[in-house]
C-alpha cells in the first residue's frame, strides 16, 4: 500500500537551503521517501496525525541526534504524506504545534 509523498512550499524552501550547505541530504531525503510510501507513520507521533522524523545528514557527521528533523503530515484515508517541514537540529532545537498548525493552514492541508 504506497502512499503519495508530497512536499510543501515551506519543505521545499528549507530544505533547498540545508541541501545546498549539505549536499548528501538530498539522496538522504530520496531514502525517507521512498520509506514513507511504505511506512507513512514513521517518526514520534506530534498527535493529529502530525509525525516529527529524525535522519542524520552524513556530510554533517554527526549521527541522527545532529541531524536533521523533518515534520510530516499524514491522511491515512488519501493515502497521502505531506513533508511540511525541515530543520537543522544544530540550528534549530524544536518547532511548536503553532507553527506546524499555521503552516498546514497555510499550505491548504487542513
Same mark, same amino acid.
Given at each position: 500500500?504506497?502512499y ?6 515551506? !519543505? $521545499?524552501?528549507?530544505? @533547498?537551503? =540545508?541541501? $545546498? ?12 521517501? @521512498?520509506? =514513507?510510501?511504505?511506512?507513512?507513520t $514513521?517518526g ?19 549521527? $541522527? ?7 510530516? !503530515?499524514?491522511? &491515512?484515508?488519501?493515502?497521502?504524506? !505531506? =513533508?511540511?517541514n525541515i530543520?537543522?537540529?544544530?540550528v ?10 499555521? &503552516?498546514?493552514?497555510?499550505?491548504? &492541508?487542513?
Amino acid at each position: 500500500m504506497k502512499y503519495d509523498i508530497i512536499l510543501t512550499a515551506t !519543505f $521545499k524552501k528549507e530544505a @533547498k537551503k =540545508l541541501i $545546498k550547505k549539505y549536499p548528501s541530504l538530498s539522496n538522504e531525503l530520496s531514502d525517507l521517501g @521512498k520509506e =514513507l510510501q511504505e511506512n507513512p507513520t $514513521k517518526g514520534t507521533s506530534l498527535g493529529n496525525d502530525v509525525y516529527k522524523i529524525r535522519i542524520a545528514i552524513s556530510s554533517k557527521n554527526k549521527g $541522527k541526534s545532529g541531524g536533521a528533523r523533518i515534520i510530516s !503530515f499524514v491522511k &491515512i484515508v488519501e493515502k497521502t504524506v !505531506f =513533508l511540511v517541514n525541515i530543520y537543522s537540529k544544530g540550528v534549530r532545537d524544536s518547532i511548536s504545534s503553532k507553527e506546524i498548525s499555521e &503552516i498546514l493552514e497555510s499550505e491548504n &492541508i487542513v
